[in-house]
């Protein structure tokens, strides 16, 4: 009986112990200039009313100043718009740009998010993306804080509207960025317009399984980059967003590019050289294997357009000397 | 002393409650707490204290006191040491329910929240009635029977879930998290919708320590000495079910407590029901905020779903009381 | 008393028990014998209630059993099972004070006048000194006098016992027997108890009721019962009965086949 009173208050006592240490305490991080963004000067303060992806109604008195980003899209979003110094908390996986991992993390892995440290960071909005659940939304909205739920865009042109959104929030202008955005874009297309032949391109979400890696189907960026981009993706004629694609179909449908959209967690052009019945892809055979940084084609911020330069590089590189 | 087991374990739920309520990212010493909660403390402490932590407390709790008590309940109908609330299906029912409604786009209204957690609770009451309709035989229900059904519609169950997860990626990572447990939705409309079905649900087990004491000696001595058998584990397994479905809705599939803390307490306190089935919902309580205090410190400002934790920690705490228990044939 | 009319039980398509009528008196001692597979469990189970029965009716004073409530037929049978393993953590106290249930509330609180007779009853049965001992440290003889003493705390008129020295040293069987004819002699219960051995059922019962192929071939006093005839066609065994050098009762001796 006493030793159950013991352990009891031994356990306790050690949870007590490591409790406050294991808890860092938020800082905030003074963001002066960010090197690849315009800098935008402020607009004078005026009350804000929105309708967010959840259709909540969500009114500011004024630009926010301290935002915490749920999601890696809405940081890098809030730094290409030049609000980076507004931005007091993001979550775990928010490592685009540099400066971000600088900021106090709030959590995110598995959804799960850690409320208290959110609300001790005195946020005035709270900028949730489609990967939050609606009840996380509730939970925060529950609490007090204000929050505004960014849905994803189908397009680049409906990217372009949410950099919008986020600037009016945050109150800066981003016609600029825009703009050059837009130019950028219209450079690619221009150039694709003249294209006669498209490559086959297998894009490699992850291939753990290599006799069916998983690849990015119809509804997706990945899809839709690719083909502004002037090739033809290989997983567009499946059913699924996210489908997985059977080696015979690769081989059958031989693309002539593969891209490596997994090259973040360790795929090499080399180990897929080497995978049993890969020899006879053309990709395979013309060492067209190419690593790429997935983040450029799934988060739907301004560096998809980045992500569109790079690929349309890869595919036509006779065009963009 | 005839009480000290509940004077015991009451203690254990008191000092796991405090610390539930003192840990997080800011640290509440209980003279902070009893000011917050008196009013006089100051207005982070309240926030933090009536608006995060006492709905968060409060919800975890009842899903541990839920989660023992039919635990206890079923290893006593079932007369199987290695049952757990979920033994029949209702974990995977629930969790097919829960990814259905997920592949929804529900409107962002009261009703609308609430889709998910009440599909979660009606998946899992049709489950038990499925299962339970696949296993009577004319009036009886052959506990053997129960089981067997239950691990086919779980396997059905299961197998679906993971289809429907597959077809829609986007959702995968909000069903896992679902179904990996963790109390999803703070706030106190949670606890209001849960609690009426908690209530009853424990309400009946507790007070049904004497039948299940007959039970454990079969279904013929039970009957023999006066028991109506069939109504009693009907009884039992709606209560039980009743009570798994509400842990169940907003918290998603939390394993290991309801299998262990029986256990624990049947190791402590002995096996007369109608001491282990009210002690089991005290130390399920206890179990889970230690748990899920666990889940919010250990990787802090990260925070681990409940679900992991119970079954990290709770493993290797079941092998050491199986290592005191082995030579005592205690079951 | 116990009145069975009739009686007839099915497993699934199969009839393991044919019309069987029995009568028995309080304050005597029915055993009911008979090769295994004849349906002397059938039997005892189908008259406590625990299986189903095809046609038949079970009464006791004009009360038709299947009218009843587990409850309320728990007050006036009480059964002694067969060699059944027990839930090994339960004490024997508490094992015997369950047979109070049919008198308890739905908590299961026993009051002192409980208590009592479970002390008694173990006392009986000369189990007084294991009534902290757990279950499942009990040996077969315990085991079976610590079932006895339950069902002897249920109070009832009828006592229904299922082969209960199939285990038992030869003491143990007797002091068993000996308490159960004290029972109804004594006590004035009904008693009806299976029984493997013949001569002991000569010995300890009032009457005797022999079950082949679910039967009653015969029933009376034992004279009446164990004839070679009936015994040979019963066991497909050549006996000799004859007359116990030191009583009336009857006694058999099997002899070796031809």
Not at chain 2, 41 to 68: C, F, H
Not at chain 3, 31 to 37: C, D, S, V
Not at chain 3, 133 to 139: D, F, K, N
Not at chain 3, 146 to 173: F, G, K, M, N, W
Request: net charge neutral; hydrophobic share 45%.
């Amino acid at each position: 009986m006493l030793r159950k009173i013991f352990i009891l208050t031994l356990f306790a006592a050690l949870l007590v112990g490591c409790a406050p240490a294991s808890i860092s305490t938020p800082t905030t991080v003074p963001v002066s200039t960010v090197a690849s963004t315009i800098e935008v000067p402020t607009v004078a303060p005026t009350p804000i009313t929105l309708t967010d992806g959840l259709g909540r109604q969500v009114k500011l008195d004024a630009p926010a100043q301290r935002v915490v980003s749920l999601a890696p899209s809405n940081t890098e979003i809030l730094f290409a718009i030049g609000a980076g110094g507004q931005v007091v908390g993001r979550d775990e996986f928010s490592d685009f740009p540099e400066q971000a991992k600088g900021l106090a993390s709030v959590g995110g892995s598995m959804g799960q998010y850690s409320t208290e440290s959110i609300v001790a960071l005195k946020p005035d909005l709270v900028l949730a993306a489609e990967i939050n659940t609606p009840e996380l939304v509730k939970q925060l909205e529950d609490l007090g804080l204000k929050v505004y739920y960014l849905k994803n865009p189908k397009t680049i042109e409906e990217m372009y509207g949410n950099l919008e959104i986020v600037g009016q929030l945050t109150g800066h202008d981003v016609t600029d960025l825009v703009s050059s955005l837009k130019a950028r874009v219209a450079a690619v297309d221009e150039k694709i317009a003249t294209v006669t032949e498209k490559p086959a391109v297998f894009y490699e979400i992850d291939a753990t399984d290599a006799s069916k890696p998983y690849t990015y189907g119809p509804n997706t960026f990945g899809d839709l980059l690719i083909t502004r981009a002037g090739g033809t993706n290989i997983g567009g004629s499946l059913k699924d967003p996210y489908p997985q694609i059977s080696l015979e179909q690769i081989v059958t449908s031989n693309p002539s590019i593969i891209i490596l959209g997994d090259s973040l967690y360790g795929a090499t052009p080399d180990a897929v050289k080497a995978r049993a019945g890969w020899a006879s892809i053309e990709a395979v055979k013309n060492g067209n294997i190419f690593p790429f940084d997935d983040n450029l084609v799934s988060r739907p911020g301004p560096r998809l357009v980045d992500g569109l330069e790079q690929l349309a590089k890869l595919f036509h590189p006779e065009l963009f000397k | 002393m005839k009480f000290r087991s509940y004077l015991f374990s009451l203690l254990a739920l008191v000092l796991a409650l405090t610390l539930s309520l003192a840990i997080g990212s800011v640290f509440l010493s209980p003279l902070e707490l009893w000011a917050a909660l008196t009013g006089h403390g100051t207005q982070t402490s309240a926030a933090i204290l009536w608006s995060i932590r006492l709905p968060r407390t409060a919800l975890i709790a009842l899903t541990g006191m839920a989660l023992s008590g039919s635990g206890a309940a079923y290893q006593g109908l079932f007369r199987n040491p290695l049952a757990d609330p979920f033994l029949i299906g209702v974990a995977s029912g629930a969790g097919l329910g829960a990814v259905i409604a997920m592949s929804v786009k529900w409107p962002y209204t009261f009703w609308g929240l609430m889709a998910i957690p009440m599909s979660a609770f009606v998946a899992a009451l049709l489950t038990v009635l499925i299962v339970y309709s696949l296993a009577r035989v004319g009036k009886t229900v052959p506990t053997t029977n129960l089981i067997l059904a239950g691990v086919a519609f779980s396997s059905f169950a299961t197998s679906l879930t993971s289809f429907l997860m597959l077809r829609s990626t986007g959702e995968v990572r909000r069903a896992l998290g679902w179904l990996l447990g963790g109390a999803s939705q703070s706030g106190w409309t949670a606890i209001l919708a849960i609690a009426p079905y908690l209530f009853i649900g424990l309400g009946i087990l507790i007070f049904s320590g004497h039948a299940m004491n007959l039970l454990q000696f079969g279904d013929d001595q039970a009957q023999q000495l006066g028991l109506n058998v069939t109504r009693a584990k009907t009884i039992l397994l709606i209560a039980s079910s009743l009570a798994t479905a509400a842990a169940v809705a907003f918290s998603g599939i939390i394993g290991f407590v309801g299998l262990i803390v029986p256990h624990i307490m049947r190791l402590w306190w002995g096996a007369d029901y109608r001491r282990l089935i009210p002690l089991s919902i005290i130390s399920g309580a206890t179990a889970l905020l230690i748990s899920d205090i666990i889940a919010r410190v250990v990787l802090a400002p990260q925070e681990i779903p409940v679900g992991i934790v119970t079954a990290l920690a709770g493993a290797p705490f079941f092998l050491w009381v199986l290592r005191r228990a082995k030579n005592q044939g205690y079951w | 008393m116990l009145k069975i009319e009739s009686l007839s039980v099915n497993y699934g398509s199969r009839r393991v028990l044919h019309d069987a009528s029995l009568d028995v008196q309080s304050g005597e001692v029915l055993a009911l014998i008979g090769p295994n597979g004849a349906g002397k469990s059938t039997l005892i189970r189908a008259v406590s209630g625990v299986i189903p029965m095809q046609s038949g009716h079970v009464r006791t004073n004009g009360d038709d059993f299947n009218a009843l409530s587990p409850m309320q037929r728990a007050r006036y049978i009480a059964t002694v099972p067969q060699a059944v393993s027990l839930p090994p953590a339960y004490t024997v106290w508490e094992t015997v004070l369950l047979g109070r249930t049919p008198y308890l509330n739905f908590l299961g609180q026993p009051s002192q006048k409980d208590e009592d007779l479970a002390r008694r009853a173990l006392d009986r049965v000369s189990a007084l000194t294991l009534a902290e001992r757990r279950v499942g440290e009990l040996s077969g003889g315990e085991g079976q006098r610590v079932l006895l003493a339950r069902a002897l705390c249920q109070s009832t008129p009828i006592l229904l016992l299922d082969e209960p020295t199939a285990h038992l040293d030869l003491q143990y069987q007797v002091s068993l027997l000996e308490l159960v004819r004290e029972l109804a002699h004594h006590d004035g219960l009904a008693v009806l108890i299976a029984l493997h051995d013949l001569n002991l059922a000569a010995k300890y019962a009032d009457r005797i009721a022999l079950l082949v192929g679910g039967e009653i071939k015969a029933s009376g006093k034992p004279e009446q019962v164990l004839r070679p005839d009936l015994i040979e066609a019963a066991y497909c065994l050549p006996v000799r009965v004859i007359k116990h050098p030191f009583s009336d009762i009857p006694l058999v001796l099997p002899e070796s086949r031809k």
